[in-house]
């Protein structure tokens, strides 16, 4: 059926005759006239619910006028479904942190010592020392999302850095810093495989790639990280998850367990190789692989049910120039090469966590006066349980022993270190948000000033509250 209002058009045309439209007032007329019956049509449409039938009349010959058309309204079924809507840029981007808050407390041993001679202090925790009180260790914001199916995002600053050398050797605290921020471009529909594109791990070092807010003990030990100190560089790594890995991965994050964070069970990256936000100082890159394959050993029997294994490997070549106490980077690169292994049997109730890794590095030799390469060497064995309810919530008692001899080319002049350390703690989790580490370290180190000979011995007494957001 057609429409009614371009029929009654037509009707109303043609019953005006060619000769009648000659001057301008008849054209008026005829104007207003067809003003009217289209009201009228309208009128009419809206008091009806189906349009009257319209006779066909013949178009007129003279004078041409363009007919008005009214689409029909689309039958139902052709009506296109509602989409989808559109996610917004809030409900893709998710933030998250942490916050550790420290007390130590030197309870015996080299708090003080005479210029020349080591003072027990400890390369990750500036809050070990004389005159110390609380102190924010980390103060982290995680801002990370998905831009689409392909590609996601992740960033991550610390507000809890220091700088040195101001007024007199005093340091300041709580200040910004970069530490992470790159791009994950997934290779695949399952995101089996991804590029990583900026800041970000290195893979080398289980521990180093556990995220502080999920490790057990309050520092990494000083031969694994001393192959990464801040563990991060730019770069662009490549990682690897087979489905069976990542399968074993998930039951255990369901199962509570501290994880190294999803990494991949294979990795090779290529990175400046300088250090964490410092510039590139030669035309050398750093190449790191490594791989992990966690095993299930439920296949062993019902003792064995749940229980995981993990173990893997890693290896780092790198040219590096340190920082000189003069000011700038050595002149010549040093070679900064090692090879780690790592394996650990997750708590269920008890677990078993070891790393260790061999090579050479830069490293001050006094009597010569100058940076070398030398040997280096060390790692940690630890030991730990897991008890899942109790009046006081989750708990995890630890045990760990660690030992490194080598340079630490994150200081200035790549100073030795000599770390013979033994820890013992326990973590409680009163309340999901809340984290509360009580440890005492029995400590035998050199401290890493090269101006300061001899190792200092003591021991500590450490507490760490962590609240994550």
């Known amino acids: 059926m057609k429409p009614l209002l371009p029929a009654a058009l ?30 009228e049509m309208k009128a009419q449409q809206s008091r009806t619910a189906a349009p009257a039938a319209a006779v066909p009349v013949p178009r007129p010959a003279a004078p041409p006028v363009p007919q008005l058309a009214a689409a029909a309204p689309p039958p139902a079924a052709a009506l296109p479904a509602s989409l989808p809507k559109k996610k917004a840029w809030y ?45 924010f260790r980390r103060i982290r914001l995680v ?46 529909a399952d995101k089996r495989f991804r590029l990583r594109f900026g800041q970000s791990k290195v893979p080398f070092g289980w521990e180093n790639l556990q995220s502080s807010s999920n490790r057990l003990t309050l520092d990494r030990s000083d031969g694994i990280n001393s192959a990464v100190p801040s563990e991060r560089e730019i770069g662009i790594v490549a990682y690897y998850t087979p489905a069976r890995t990542q399968a074993i991965w998930d039951r255990l994050q369901a199962d509570g367990q501290k994880l190294f964070g999803n990494y991949g069970a294979f990795g090779l990256g290529v990175f400046n190789g300088q250090g964490v936000n410092r510039e590139e100082a030669n035309d050398a890159v750093m190449v790191t692989a490594m791989a992990t394959w966690p095993i299930a050993l ?119 270190l000599d770390t013979e350390e033994l820890e013992l703690g326990i973590e409680f989790q009163p309340t999901p948000p809340l984290e509360l580490t009580i440890a005492y370290a029995q400590m035998d180190r050199a401290e890493a000033d090269e101006r300061r000979t001899g190792r200092a011995e003591g021991s500590v007494l450490r507490t760490q509250l962590q609240w994550n957001y």
């Open 143 to 188: 801002l990370q999302g998905d831009l689409n199916d392909r590609v996601s995002f992740y960033l991550q600053p610390d507000f809890a850095q220091n700088v040195a050398n101001q007024s007199v050797g005093e340091r300041r605290e709580s200040f910004l810093q970069l530490r992470d921020a790159y791009a994950d471009v997934f290779l695949d």
């Open 298 to 416: 439920d296949a062993l029997g019902p003792a064995f049910a749940g229980q995981v294994v993990e173990i893997g490997g890693a290896a780092i070549r790198n040219r590096i120039q340190p920082e000189v106490r003069g000011g700038g980077v050595s002149d010549a690169p040093f070679d900064d090469d090692r090879i780690g292994l790592h394996a650990i049997l997750y708590p269920r109730p008890f677990g078993v966590q070891a790393e260790w890794n061999w090579g050479r590095g830069p490293e001050y030799d006094r009597r010569a006066g100058r940076i070398v390469e030398r040997s280096l060497s060390g790692g940690y064995v630890q030991a730990m349980a897991r008890v899942r309810r109790s009046p006081f919530g989750p708990f995890m008692p630890y045990a760990r022993w660690q030992r490194y001899r080598g340079g630490w080319k994150a200081a200035l002049n790549a100073p030795p």
């Open 91 to 135: 409900d893709r981007i998710t933030l998250r942190g942490y916050t550790q808050m420290r007390l130590n407390e030197i309870v015996s041993g080299d708090r003080t010592a005479p210029d020349g001679v080591a003072r027990l202090r400890s390369v990750h925790d500036g809050g070990i020392g004389d005159d110390t009180g609380f102190t």
């Open 10 to 39: 037509a009707a109303s045309f043609a019953a005006v005759p060619p000769a009648a439209a000659q001057t301008v007032q008849e054209l008026q007329r005829q104007i207003d006239e067809l003003k009217a019956v289209i009201a």
